[in-house]
């Protein structure tokens, strides 16, 4: 992996924990299937997705943490972060540059997937 390389995936990564770990800088969507939730446990699950930290080679390949697994309610709950254009009708040209960026962040059951 280029230098170059290395330092957008950095960009991105470092971009998309920080808008997880706040859900400031993009937005967040629940499935119809995680809107069932009572209000308690979606507060409950989203401290769980901005909390995540198990990433690995298995669940991030890329290294850009843009997806996770949460155990929640006997239930599995997945989250997954994507980046499109500012228009939200393509993918972003840029992951790694705000100003051509959105980032969706949407949690669903895994179920849902």
Same mark, same amino acid.
């Given at each position: 992996?280029?230098? @170059?390389?290395? =330092? *957008?995936?950095?960009?991105?990564? #470092?971009?998309?924990?920080?808008?997880?770990?706040? +859900? &400031? /800088?993009?937005?967040? &969507?629940?499935?119809?299937?995680? =809107?069932?939730?009572?209000?308690?446990?979606?507060?409950?699950? +989203?401290?769980? &997705? *901005?909390?995540?930290?198990? +990433?690995?080679?298995?669940?991030?390949?890329?290294?850009?943490?843009?997806? /996770?697994? @949460?155990? +929640?309610? !006997? !239930?599995?709950?997945?989250? *997954?972060?994507?980046?499109?254009?500012?228009?939200? @009708?393509?993918?972003?040209?840029?992951?790694? #540059?705000?100003?051509?960026?959105?980032? &969706?962040?949407?949690?669903?059951?895994?179920?849902?997937?």
């Amino acid at each position: 992996m280029t230098a @170059i390389l290395m =330092d *957008k995936t950095a960009k991105v990564r #470092d971009l998309n924990d920080a808008f997880r770990r706040s +859900f &400031v /800088g993009g937005r967040v &969507v629940i499935t119809n299937g995680t =809107d069932t939730l009572n209000d308690a446990d979606k507060l409950a699950l +989203f401290d769980l &997705v *901005k909390g995540f930290d198990a +990433f690995t080679a298995d669940n991030d390949p890329h290294g850009e943490h843009d997806f /996770g697994s @949460i155990a +929640f309610k !006997g !239930g599995r709950f997945f989250w *997954k972060i994507d980046c499109y254009d500012r228009n939200l @009708i393509y993918h972003s040209p840029d992951p790694a #540059d705000l100003s051509v960026t959105e980032r &969706v962040l949407t949690i669903m059951r895994a179920e849902e997937y």
